[in-house]
């Protein structure tokens, strides 16, 4: 065997080189990749630590070979070694790229250049911007590169001349290195994992319906726990607590599920999940607490509207303390956000029931308009999804519009129970008295509305029914009544209804006229765009009828 150090031949200590080996017969040594080496293809146990690469830059064969001699048997944090090889600075600059998990780089000063070390260094830390990785200098020649000027200009982590580099120094130095590395890996995962808790609070608390937030949830977790491939989120009702001994004896219900063992979770859980998922699942549930396995994982949280949630994950290699703590950080956001979502369809439903029941006060009032409304609803809905898709009046149709308008449509002729029957329910034409009194019902519905609309800050589905209910009958030339707006002055909510009013008034028979036949009533909406319509919106509304075929045929 050859020595490093000739000064030093007494010293048992020393850094000894083997004799020169051709690559690859050195069958005891960890996995090696890089130039004429073995390629990383990964572990076959999947959920086996990863080992730590260290690279070795040197232009010296022999370096390479003591260097891997001496670290053969090298374990930290039960994580074996694995090298990879470059024998210049220049391939060290072509593989590092490729192989942004390096923990550590051994690395030679003087190479193919008095300071090619030195350049690589720059390289890794500016081009690369990998600043995790840790960095020793090995120098045979420290007169080249003083230590005191290399350690204040450059961004390394040790310097240690050849001739000082004991076996046991070097093993001393890479766990000094890797441990230093793990830190800064650890330190990096939290913040980034904090950011994605934040990024993901945020994005949570933005959806407004409950498929929307669990969909987002598993999103959120897939990106916060790597390698997660099966997610599911069930939930369980305030009515299935459990029975008399306090452990649960309901079902829970999936909410929401991706990869689950191969397939999409469909159908009662115990044919979704093995038993010792299940098990596991109603023993968290039982006893409040997380349960982490080598191969899954159960997280329970509770909010205020909910008897308790669980979130069910597979496929992640065993989960450590700190993606432990992030995802009881970022479940106990989903258990606010759960809450919120929760009221926030509360507050929708308590609209939609209040436009519903001003509806069937419209139908007990006349059971003709009662039908009209429902089919309104329908057109209404199709017309704004055609003008929002076509890109036509964007400042104004937006999702929440095209969502609300088919509900708030129901509310158009609500101002009706303010007039008399007689004449709402008269079998022949209306004398210009009787159209007068007609004629007041879009401010009557408008106002009634309007009042009740100020409980409800924002935009809702009163607001909405406020503006159809009182421009509905303006017409696009500036006839129409009650206040004679014209073209663009009129909202495009009351523009949309109009269309729909009109189209089923005399697609369906009245006290006072017969139905229309379906030709007749398209050839009467053509002839009257530009005067009584909004272009766009018949033109919306043609599509929708031409696609869809007549949507509401008389009966």
């Not at 073995?38 to 070795?56: A, D, F, Q």
């Not at 450590?320 to 979502?341: P, Q």
């Not at 409304?373 to 929440?400: C, F, N, S, W």
């Amino acid at each position: 065997m050859k020595h490093i150090d000739g000064d030093n031949q007494g010293d048992d200590d020393d850094l000894m080189f083997a004799d020169e080996a051709d690559d690859g017969d050195d069958a005891g040594s960890p996995l090696e990749i890089g130039a004429g080496l073995l390629p990383n293809h990964g572990w076959l146990t999947p959920h086996k630590p990863p080992p730590w690469k260290v690279m070795i830059v040197d232009d010296d064969r022999e370096v390479h070979a003591i260097t891997k001699v001496v670290l053969s048997d090298f374990q930290f944090d039960e994580r074996p070694l694995q090298f990879v090889s470059a024998f210049s600075a220049a391939e060290a600059c072509e593989l590092f790229p490729l192989h942004p998990d390096i923990a550590v780089v051994l690395l030679d000063v003087v190479m193919e250049t008095d300071d090619a070390g030195l350049r690589c260094v720059e390289f890794i830390r500016r081009e690369v911007g990998n600043e995790q990785v840790r960095i020793i200098l090995r120098t045979g020649q420290p007169g080249q590169a003083p230590e005191r000027q290399v350690i204040v200009n450059y961004d390394i982590n040790d310097y240690k001349a050849k001739s000082e580099l004991t076996a046991q120094k070097l093993f001393t130095s890479v766990v000094a290195a890797l441990r230093s590395y793990q830190h800064i890996i650890s330190i990096e995962m939290s913040r980034r994992g904090l950011e994605k808790i934040i990024d993901g609070s945020a994005s949570l608390f933005e959806h407004r319906s409950m498929s929307q937030f669990v969909e987002g949830v598993l999103l959120q977790l897939r990106s916060l726990i790597h390698g997660a491939s099966g997610l599911l989120l069930c939930t369980v009702s305030q009515d299935d607590r459990g029975g008399s001994d306090g452990h649960f004896t309901g079902e829970f219900q999936v909410l929401a599920s991706s990869e689950i063992s191969g397939a999409d979770a469909v159908g009662p859980l115990d044919e979704i999940l093995s038993p010792a998922a299940i098990a596991d699942i109603r023993k968290a549930f039982d006893e409040g607490r997380n349960i982490y396995r080598a191969d899954h994982s159960v997280i329970v949280f509770r909010s205020r509207n909910h008897s308790a949630s669980i979130v069910y994950m597979d496929g992640h290699p065993p989960l450590g303390s700190l993606d432990r703590g992030l995802l009881e950080i970022f479940c106990g956001k989903v258990a606010i956000a759960f809450d919120n979502v929760y009221l926030y369809e509360q507050v929708v439903n308590s609209q939609k029931a209040t436009v519903y029941a001003l509806g069937k006060l419209a139908e007990f009032k006349d059971e003709i308009t009662g039908q009209h409304v429902r089919r309104i609803e329908r057109l209404t809905a199709m017309i704004a999804a055609e003008l929002k898709a076509r890109g036509q009046y964007p400042h104004e149709i937006d999702d929440i519009f095209v969502d609300q308008i088919g509900l708030a449509s129901i509310l158009h002729d609500v101002g009706k129970v303010g007039l008399p029957d007689s004449i709402l329910n008269k079998p022949a034409r209306l004398t210009e008295d009787e159209m007068a009194v007609i004629r007041q019902h879009p401010r009557i519905g408008a106002n009634v509305l309007r009042e009740v609309a100020k409980m409800v800050p924002g935009r809702s589905y009163l607001s909405l029914g406020a503006e159809v209910a009182e421009t509905h009958h303006e017409k696009y030339d500036g006839t129409g009544y009650p206040a004679g707006l014209k073209g663009d002055a009129i909202p495009i909510s009351g523009r949309i209804t109009a269309v729909a009013d009109v189209y089923d008034a005399l697609m369906h028979k009245r006290p006072y006229k017969d139905a229309w036949a379906t030709k007749d009533t398209i050839d009467h909406l053509k002839s009257q765009s530009g005067t009584h319509f909004d272009p766009a919106v018949v033109d919306a509304f043609l599509a929708v009828m031409e696609r869809e075929g007549d949507p509401d045929r008389p009966v």
